[in-house]
């Protein structure tokens, strides 16, 4: 059975106000559902200009995006914020929990932002509560005592599971992972990236994820590295196993 593109990107060009050169350049892309993308680059290769594009926070000048056969050039503002909080999980470098929200509900942050979230988290567990613990339990969290504590008291690798959490809540087709690994030390890398897929095995989902970690990459189907413009050379893409 053919699988359907979640995400597509025909002939894309962005380049920020100030630049003299093009930044990104991707004639094509096309990731199928349940098919993940690995992007790498250097510093100031534009990996977090594509994330941002791939979410519709910026508009390219030249091309198109589309996610889940939703063009984002066909929204308004204010549509493609509500399309990237119903389709679309963050995990950040810096995890960005909220300090004064208990772990529960910076887990069911997403669900306040987006109706379709709220509904499938619920329809989920029965209730976003238990969507919430069934995560952070299965990402390792499960000890009563440690989620009464706020999250500016837990380590660095349980902030992150919580962000994970947070990311996979109500099921969104896309989990965008900018960096999650680079404050955890090599094994719990990859014990968390196998939390990570074992979850999004069992659903729909697609993972973008952003690393300088090569050890993860066939885990992906597709991956993709851009070059920086202070190599003086042009942004480049090369897909699937060329790397
Ligand atoms: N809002 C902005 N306005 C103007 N230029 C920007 C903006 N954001 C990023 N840039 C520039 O675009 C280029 C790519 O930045 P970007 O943050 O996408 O790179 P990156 O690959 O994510 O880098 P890093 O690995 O250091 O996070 C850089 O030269 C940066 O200075």
Not at 126 to 155: C, F, Y
Request: hydrophobic content about 40%; aromatic content about 6%; charged content about 20%.
């Amino acid at each position: 059975m053919k699988k359907e593109a979640c995400i597509q990107i025909s002939d894309l060009q962005f380049q920020w106000p100030d630049q003299k050169e093009t930044l990104l350049n991707i004639p094509e892309l096309i990731i199928n559902q349940q098919e993940h993308l690995y992007i790498q680059g250097d510093s100031g290769s534009g990996k977090s200009t594509l994330l941002n594009l791939l979410g519709g926070i910026i508009e390219p000048q030249q091309g198109d995006i589309t996610i889940l056969g939703q063009s984002l050039r066909q929204l308004s503002s204010s549509q493609r914020d509500h399309f990237r909080a119903a389709h679309i999980g963050y995990v950040f470098q810096q995890f960005n929990l909220v300090p004064y929200l208990s772990i529960l509900d910076n887990v069911t942050l997403p669900c306040d932002f987006s109706s379709e979230r709220y509904k499938r988290a619920g329809a989920s567990s029965n209730s976003i509560k238990k969507e919430a613990m069934r995560l952070l339990s299965h990402l390792g969290l499960e000890d009563e005592a440690l989620l009464q504590k706020p999250v500016t008291q837990l380590s660095v690798g349980q902030q992150q599971r919580v962000a994970a959490a947070r990311a996979f809540i109500g099921s969104p087709e896309i989990i965008i992972a900018d960096e999650p690994t680079s404050s955890l030390d090599a094994n719990a890398q990859e014990s968390f990236i196998k939390l990570l897929f074992d979850e999004v095995k069992s659903k729909n989902t697609t993972i973008v994820f952003v690393s300088h970690d090569e050890r993860f990459i066939p885990l992906f189907e597709h991956s993709i590295q851009l070059t920086s413009l202070q190599a003086n050379k042009a942004t480049t893409l090369m897909e699937g196993g060329q790397l």
